[in-house]
DNA sequence: TAGAATTACGGAGGACGTAAGAATA
DNA sequence: TATTCTTACGTCCTCCGTAATTCTA
C-alpha cells in the first residue's frame, strides 16, 4: 500500500482507463498495469474491473479511503513545510461562497483601513476549502454550513487544525419573487421537504444537509448547480427551477429573488473559520480581524 | 513517506532509541537510521533529536498525523479483507466501560435466550474500541460519552463507518459517602470546576470533556487512572482522592460511593454503537438486539 | 481487428545487512 | 570509554521502461 501505488489507484478510477491514467502521471500503461496488480496482489483481491475500467466492490471500499488518506498525507507535509516558512504578508483566504458574504467583505473592509496584510480571497466548496487549508494553499479558510444553535459545523477529518465560529446568522431560502410563499415572514422547512429545489452543494446549503437537519427525506432536485456562483444560483432560482437555502444577508442580497426566514426548525446558520495550528503572526492578525477582536478599524 | 519509514519513525519515537525500535522492527539499526535519515531527506527537515532521542518540533508536528495515518492505512486493509470474510456467529464485541454497564449487560441478557451467536466482550479505552472497529479485530463498538441532549458524541473521522445511539441517561457524579455533596439531590457542573477530580479518561468521563462541555477551566485532579476498571475507579473515589463523572445507572450501581445527578447544564449521557458498513448477518442480529428492535426476546 | 491491458525481460536505482567510523554521555 | 548512532559498501530485490503477447469490445 505504497502511497504511490495508491495515486495510480485512483487515477485510474478517475480517468477510467490504465492509459490515459498512465500518461497523466507520467508513468507507462506497462507501470500502472504493474501497479494495479501490485495493490490486488498485495490485499488479495480483484479492485479494478477491467474493459470497462471500473471499481470491484473491494475496489470501492478501497476508495472510501485512499482519498483522504492522501489528502492526510499531504496535509503532514505541509504542515512541516509551513513550520520553516517565513511569514509573508500576502495571505490566501479560501472560502466557501457564502462566506464571504457573511464574513470575508465586512472584515476586507476593516482590513483596508489600517494594516499593510494583502490579502488574496479564493472562493471554493466547502470541500476544496478544506482541502486548501490543509495543504497549506491558502493560509486560513472560512467554512459556512448550518446546525442546532449550540452545535459546531460537522466538519470531516482535519489533523490538527482549530475551527472558530467567526459569524452566525438565521438561515432562508431564496424563492421567485411571484412564489406562492414569497411574500411569507417566515417558513418552516419541514413543511418545504415536498418543494422543488436546487441542489447547489457548492453555494448553498446541501440538500442533503437539510434531510439531516430535518431528519426527513424528500428535498428532491431536478437541477443541480456545481460551482461557487451564488448569482448563478439566483439566476436559476429567480426563473422558478427551485428553491435554495442560504444565510439571510446572503438572500436578501441577490437580485430577483424573495428571501424568506426559516423560522422552524431552529436552525443557525453559521461561518467558521479554520486555520492550521501555530498561525504565523500575519495570519493571526488576519485571524483577529476576522473575528473582529482586532484593534485595527 | 512510505508507510515503512512512517512506522519507524513512530517506534523510534515510542522507544526513544533507534536500536531498541530496530530489534522491535526486526531491522538493523542501521535500517532505522537509514529510514529515519530518509523521511528527513524527504521533508528537509531534522525530525528526530539524537542522543537522548526526541522529536524535534517538526517531528512532533508530523507526529500528530502519523498514528491517524497509520490506522487509516489499517482500517482500509482490514476493510476489504472483511469483504471475503466467511461470516462467523463468534462475535467480538469491543467496548467502553460504562457502555458495558448501560447496554451490553442488557442486551447479552437478551442474547442468551433465543439466539446461537456466541459474544466475546472486550472492554476498552475509547481510543482501543475505534481501533479495534477500524481494522476489524472487533465487530462491532460501543462507545459512551456526553453531549447536549440532541447532538451525536464528537467522534473522531471514523472513515466509512455508521454510529447509531444505543443508549441515553442522566449525568452522575460519584463521591465518598461522608462527602458533604453527598446527600444533594443533584449538582450543577459548573459548581465543581473547583472541586478535586480524578482523571479517568479510559473508564469515566475525561476531564478535557468536562471542560468543553462546560466551556470553562478547572476540573483539576491530582490522581490520573488509566485502564477500564471501574471498581478501581470507585475505591479510589470512596477514598477521596477525587470525584469522577459517569453515567447514572452505573454510578449508583458502585459500591462506597454516593452518586449525584448532574442536573445542569442539560447534559446527557450517551452510548453510542459503531460498526462497519455492510455488516454480516450474525453481526447485524446483534446490532438489531442491542438496539431493542429485535424480534428475539 | 484495433485498441487496451498483461507479461517478459533487462537495466537502473533503492533497500537492507555487515562492518567500520564518529559522536556523546 | 562504552554505548549509540552514522556512514561506507556490497548484494539483492524492486521498480520502471521497452517490447512482445494476450485479451476483448
Redesign the interface.
Known sequence: ???HLLRTFVAVLDHRSFSTAASALGYTQSAVSQHIAALETD???RLVERRPVAPT??GA??M???P??LL??D???A???R??QVPTTRLALACSPAALGTVVARALARLRAGTRVDVEVRVLSREAVIEDVLTARADLGLIDGIT?P??PLPL??L??TTTLAAAEEPLAVILPLDHPLAERRSLRLPDLTQAQWIDAPDSAVPLERLRTVCRADGFTSRIRHRGTDLFGLAALAAAGHGLAALPLSSATALPAVAAVRIGAPRLIHRTELVHP?NPTAPVRQLIDLILGTSPIT
Open positions: 500500500m505504497d502511497p490485499l488479495g483481491t466492490p473491494a471500499r478501497l472510501e479511503h485512499v483522504a488518506l492526510r498525507l496535509a503532514a507535509r504542515d512541516i513545510a513550520l520553516n442546532a449550540s452545535d470531516p477529518d489533523g490538527p495550528a
